[in-house]
Structure formats: C-alpha cells, structure tokens
C-alpha cells in the first residue's frame, strides 16, 4: 500500500525561500526510510535554520511494530529504531550534505512513541 506524504514544507511561511530544498531533504530522507523499512512515515517535514536542519516524521510505526508495543515491549521498539538510525547515519547525511552543500558534522535522531513522532537533526559545517 502506498502512503500519502504530507507536504514537507509550506512555501508560504518559509522566509528564506527554500521551499524546493525543505521538499528535497524531506522526499529524500522518506525515499531512505520507505527503502529500509518497507514504508515511509505518514508525514513529513524539514526545517533548515543557519546551520541546523531537523527532520520529524509522525506515523512512522510499522505492523510489527504496532504488534510489539501492544505486547509490552516499548523499548524493543525504541532500540530497534536506534539501531536503525545508526546504521543509516551515513546515508541520513548524505542526503542533507546533497541538498545543502554542507558538511554534516553532527547528527542525532529521537524518538517517541505517543505520539508516534522520530526526528533526525544535523548540524552543518561552516558554508564554503
């Protein structure tokens, strides 16, 4: 089944002008996430400030993982996420590094389960 993605950034509020690039690092980062997991989040959306770009995505939960958190088993969920994560650091900045044109030199991600909410934050080098 193929979710719909909310759009990652309104244009309309965005001060800078970077409406295409928010969409870029959003559709990126869900085109990782759908690859890895099987599917994306429910929504999407980015936000780039001087030299820090965050990502949050809501409804990211998986059957499996819908089916472990009605077992008790929270943390499984939130270790497997953090797994995951690190593996994928590498290519999470990747995208970011594409779009921006600046080195990632900082990453962390979070999650939460109620509400289902992940975010992936990068700190950027210094523009060249």
Request: glycine share 8%.
């Amino acid at each position: 089944m193929h979710e719909q993605v909310a759009p990652s950034a309104d244009v309309s509020e965005d001060p800078h002008g970077r409406g295409d690039l928010l969409n870029a690092i959003s559709d990126g980062m869900v085109a990782l996430l759908k690859e890895c997991q099987g599917r994306g989040p429910k929504s999407a959306k980015s936000y780039y400030q001087d030299d820090l770009v965050v990502c949050v995505f809501r409804g990211n939960l998986s059957r499996a993982e819908q089916t472990l958190l009605e077992g008790g088993k929270e943390q499984v969920v939130l270790d497997q996420r953090h797994a995951l994560q690190l593996v994928l650091r590498p290519r999470f900045n990747a995208v970011v590094t594409s779009v921006t044109g600046r080195e990632v030199i900082a990453f962390t991600s979070g999650n939460q389960l109620h509400p289902d909410v992940m975010t992936e934050q990068f700190l950027l080098a210094a523009p060249q």
